[in-house]
């Protein structure tokens, strides 16, 4: 399945590379409508076609996709605040290979919490230790129902 010009992968049975973007736009639309599949293999698209498969890295809440000034603008926030939430390790963002700030959806949420609660009076430790703890109760949660079966 080779990726078209946006990243994702289309089906094979679709016609081949089209002449203009716009067309090629709208076959790629067509053909990930009928062919996006999720990771089970169950079908999501108007008709399934076995061999196709789908996933974008937009899709993965955990991709680390963004950059500081990305967030930072998104949120409204100053690069020092992102930079300090990482030092105070509240919020972690994966690093580039250059050693970048990269930041995923799931951590822009962090973020977007880690506002709300400086607001109602937390600080930054006690922030921490609520991210921990909730990380906990996610873990044992999840022993739970696996003992459930």
Sequence with gaps: MPPDAFGARTCLDSPGPTTTREARLE???RDLTAC????D???V??????RCFVKLPLDDAQAPLFTIGQVSDMLGVQ???LRRLDQQDVVHPTRSQGGQRRYSRHQIDQ???VRTLLEEGLTLAGIRRV???QARVADLEAQLAELRG
Excluded at 36 to 39: A, I, S
Aim: aromatic share 8%.
């Design 27 to 29: 076959t790629t639309t």
């Design 111 to 113: 973020v977007i919490a």
């Design 36 to 39: 996006v599949r999720e990771p």
């Design 131 to 133: 991210f921990e703890l």
């Design 41 to 43: 293999n169950r079908a």
């Design 45 to 50: 698209g108007l008709s399934p076609h076995p």
């Design 79 to 81: 690069h020092a605040f």
